[in-house]
């Protein structure tokens, strides 16, 4: 019983690259979501999606891209990584916005 | 202001103590309501949601006022392993934003 999976778990790149973190689920939940966790910091909303097809901004949107590529996939791209996404980033599902959510492992995630 | 409010602790507490925390939240239209558990490194997992006319979870009860827009959540017997950041989280209708919004967490300390 998976819940939500979360690749990969940890990843190191250097300033500038790119990379695409993914998130699966197998609860048959209609939206997902990827925060992410700074030392000493709540969880902060970077994307949503709603139910397949919609993608909405959450709180800190800028450097990110995800695409919900299905129904179980949602994943979260940085085009140009920085030193300031350095952090923890988790996703998470849920049946709808107002129910509870369920979440992955995260991946640790370090920009040099 | 923050959208949900938490002290950050940290609560150092004998084994076997009570520990109460509270929990603020601005958005009057709110309509649920959650305590999460956070384990250092770990994802945030559901404690328990927080009903209108309160509820109870074994040693746990989680108690909502919504004239003064805040809720508790109330440890008996604490364990060793109770030890960890408790996250309040609240559903904030009527912004537009279909997600739950997560508090910066409260640190517990249970000691031997």
């Given at each position: 019983n998976a819940g939500v999976t979360q690749t990969p778990k940890f990843q190191v790149l250097k300033t500038g690259q790119s990379m695409t973190l993914q998130?699966?689920?197998?609860?048959?939940?209609?939206?997902?979501?990827?925060?992410?966790?700074d030392p000493g910091m709540g969880?902060?909303?970077?994307?949503?999606?709603?139910?397949?097809?919609?993608?909405?901004?959450?709180?800190?949107?800028?450097?990110?891209?995800?695409?919900?590529?299905?129904?179980?996939?949602?994943?979260?791209?940085?085009?140009?990584?920085?030193?300031?996404?350095?952090?923890?980033?988790?996703?998470?599902?849920s049946a709808g916005g107002g129910q509870p959510q369920h979440f992955g492992d995260g991946t640790r995630l370090s920009i040099l | 202001?923050?959208?949900?409010?938490?002290?950050?602790?940290?609560?150092?507490v004998p084994e076997g103590a009570t520990v109460a925390f509270n929990c603020t939240y601005s958005n009057s239209a709110s309509q649920s309501f959650f305590w999460y558990r956070q384990d250092c490194r770990k994802e945030p997992k559901l404690l328990m949601s927080v009903y209108s006319s309160g509820n109870e979870d074994g040693r746990f009860t989680a108690q909502l006022n919504r004239a003064s827009q805040y809720i508790s959540l109330l440890i008996r017997d604490s364990k060793l392993s109770d030890?960890?950041?408790y996250l309040c989280v609240v559903n904030p209708?009527?912004?537009?934003?279909?997600?739950?919004?997560?508090?910066?967490?409260?640190?517990?300390?249970?000691?031997?």
């Open positions: 998130c699966a689920q197998d609860m048959n939940h209609n939206s997902m979501y990827w925060y992410r966790q969880l902060r909303l970077i994307y949503y999606s709603a139910s397949e097809g919609t993608t909405d901004k959450g709180e800190v949107p800028n450097g990110y891209n995800v695409s919900r590529l299905n129904k179980r996939e949602f994943s979260l791209r940085l085009e140009s990584a920085a030193p300031s996404q350095t952090s923890v980033y988790f996703c998470a599902s | 202001r923050k959208e949900v409010e938490q002290d950050p602790g940290p609560f150092n030890s960890a950041t209708r009527g912004t537009g934003r279909r997600a739950l919004t997560f508090g910066s967490g409260t640190r517990l300390q249970v000691q031997p």
